[in-house]
């Protein structure tokens, strides 16, 4: 079993970065995919970033804005927020599964963190 724990939202004003943090444990997560997702109130759960062995992938909304990496040393994947605008605001969520492939959709992961909320302000 892997356990995922994220941190760093908060509040920021538009513009503004933040960064999040995902602490995996329980088993190593090096040949892991784990990916970033995001849930908005009142909309379906979205795929933002994912980092395998295979490379990155990121949603159309953040490219240029944001960067998925990884400590395999601190078992921790991040997500660097940068230019954040009001339509970022919403629940992020850390992922995992087992591969090597770079997996984009909600229902191909298997572990889940309980989330973090990110607030932008206008």
């Known amino acids: 079993q892997v356990q995922l724990v994220e941190s760093g939202g908060g509040l920021v004003q538009a513009g503004g970065s933040l960064r999040l943090s995902c602490a995996a444990s329980?088993?190593?997560?090096?040949?892991?995919?784990m990916g970033w997702f995001r849930q908005a109130p009142g909309k379906e759960r979205e795929f933002v970033a994912a980092?395998?062995?295979?490379?990155?992938d990121y949603a159309d909304s953040v490219k240029g804005r944001f960067t998925i990496s990884r400590d395999n040393a601190k078992n921790t994947v991040y997500l660097q927020m940068n230019s954040l605008k009001p339509e970022d605001t919403a629940v992020y969520y850390c992922?995992?599964?087992?591969?090597?492939?770079?997996?984009?959709?909600?229902?191909?992961?298997?572990?889940w963190g309980q989330g973090t909320q990110v607030t932008v302000s206008s």
């Open positions: 980092i395998s062995w295979a490379g990155t």
């Open positions: 329980g088993r190593s997560v090096s040949n892991y995919n």
């Open positions: 992922a995992a599964r087992q591969g090597l492939g770079v997996w984009v959709g909600v229902y191909e992961y298997d572990y």
